[in-house]
């Protein structure tokens, strides 16, 4: 079955870049998109389409995909940003989650 | 404003039963395909089930297979997910979400608050 593998965690300092990746066989191939959930809320949508950000969403956040990988960059990072981030794509119409990523901010 | 609010979780024994429905508003309910999506505690998001925009197609995880029914109904705007012989691993926040599609690419682009689903005895 199709799985996306992302790191457990990652640590960025304030004002610098978080780069949070996405692992699965030929993953370049589909459109990955990536969401964002802070403790106790909902996922909120930060990237679809690979690089697209939705309305209101921050410049700072990025993303790619080539080959097997797909990459969230958090650029200038803020405290704000500290949250658990997925990524998501589809295998047969079925949707797939990332194993998740915790950023923390310090 | 598009909203989604979850409701019917709660506390069931193992074995039983419990119906989650997901009232929709602020948007056109029937033109958009719906999933359920769960998160244990401290675990991450996993994909449940699938409606189509008019009901005819459905899809569930290997997990709640022959299990859980997923259905809506669109002249009340809503979304259901019966879920039947609980278990305890189907303990978790359950999330409504709208499936949209930007041509060839799909994502939820808004989600529910989450129902708790607690399976105890």
């Known amino acids: 079955s199709f799985e996306l593998t992302q790191p457990p965690s990652v640590s960025v300092s304030p004002g610098q870049t978080a780069s949070i990746t996405c692992s699965g066989d030929?993953?370049?191939?589909?459109?990955a998109c990536w969401y964002q959930q802070k403790p106790g809320q909902s996922p909120v949508l930060v990237i679809y389409?690979?690089?697209k950000r939705p309305s209101g969403i921050p410049e700072r956040f990025s993303g790619s995909n080539s080959g097997n990988t797909a990459t969230l960059t958090i650029s200038g990072t803020q405290t704000m940003d500290e949250a658990d981030y997925y990524c998501?794509?589809?295998?047969?119409?079925?949707?797939?989650f990332g194993t998740g990523t915790k950023v923390t901010v310090l | 404003e598009v909203q989604l609010v979850e409701s019917g979780g709660g506390l069931v024994q193992p074995g039983g039963s419990l119906r989650l429905s997901c009232a929709a508003s602020?948007?056109?309910?029937?033109?958009?395909?719906m999933h359920w999506v769960r998160q244990a505690p401290g675990k991450g998001l996993e994909y449940v089930s699938a409606?189509?925009?008019?009901?005819?197609?459905?899809y569930y995880a290997n997990s709640v297979k022959g299990r859980f029914t997923i259905s809506r109904d669109n002249s009340k705007n809503t979304l259901y997910l019966q879920m039947g012989s609980l278990r305890a691993e189907d303990m978790a926040v359950y999330y409504c979400?709208?499936?949209?599609?930007?041509?060839?690419?799909?994502?939820?682009?808004?989600w529910g608050q989450g129902t708790l689903v607690t399976v105890s005895s």
């Open positions: 979400a709208r499936k949209r599609c930007s041509g060839v690419s799909c994502f939820f682009d808004f």
């Open positions: 602020g948007f056109i309910f029937s033109s958009y395909p």
């Open positions: 409606i189509s925009t008019n009901g005819g197609n459905t």
């Open positions: 030929k993953l370049g191939d589909k459109y």
């Open positions: 389409q690979d690089t």
């Open positions: 998501q794509a589809w295998d047969s119409s079925t949707g797939v």
